[in-house]
């Protein structure tokens, strides 16, 4: 089951990414940077970096692959003003205790595309539930601290950009959009 959500999931990423040929990706929230490496087998023609938060154990991931990745916050990006042609934000903004500073950033970042994705409420918890994860916490996943449903993700990313495209892979909410 969870390899077939993840097919999913990667579908609608290629989807969102289609027709795209940006010169300058970054990816916020790269986590080991599993799909920063897949970003640049896309995109071989671009610079593509990763963003994440300070921790040890990414810093040890990174040295494994061959791919600019460095600490910073998503919410005081070290941009210039429109210098990115593609934003990819997977999983990251339930982390982000002010996710509207962030979506901020990335709009002032951001020349051409913005690809986000979140788990979508209440499916996601429902599905911890039902695998027996995070009862005490009715699901919720730890360090999730925001939860939105399609609609409401939508309606979110679209208070700062044009939202051109929306999947729904079981369980998240994928969109595509480009700034105002």
């Not at 990816?27 to 995109?43: C, H, K, S, W, Y």
């Not at 009862?135 to 919720?140: A, E, I, S, T, W």
């Not at 700062?160 to 909410?173: G, H, Q, Y």
């Amino acid at each position: 089951i969870e390899r077939t959500m993840m097919a999913g999931f990667f579908a609608a990423l290629d989807r969102m990414l289609a027709g795209l040929d940006p010169q300058v990706v970054v990816e916020i929230g790269a986590g080991e940077g599993r799909v920063t490496e897949r970003l640049v087998a896309r995109f071989p023609n671009a610079t593509v970096v990763g963003l994440d938060l300070p921790d040890t154990s990414l810093a040890d991931e990174w040295e494994r692959i061959d791919v600019p990745m460095f600490f910073g916050d998503a919410t005081r990006m070290p941009f210039v003003d429109r210098s990115v042609d593609l934003v990819v934000g997977l999983e990251v903004l339930e982390h982000i205790p002010q996710p509207e500073r962030a979506l901020a950033d990335i709009a002032r970042v951001c020349r051409g595309a913005t690809v986000l994705s979140v788990p979508r409420e209440p499916i996601w918890r429902a599905g911890n539930i039902a695998r027996g994860r995070y009862l005490g916490d009715l699901g919720n996943t730890p360090g999730h601290v925001n939860h939105w449903s399609a609609r409401s993700f939508n309606r979110f990313v679209g208070s700062r950009f044009d939202v051109t495209d929306v999947a729904r892979p079981l369980p998240w909410t994928m969109v595509r959009a480009r700034p105002r």
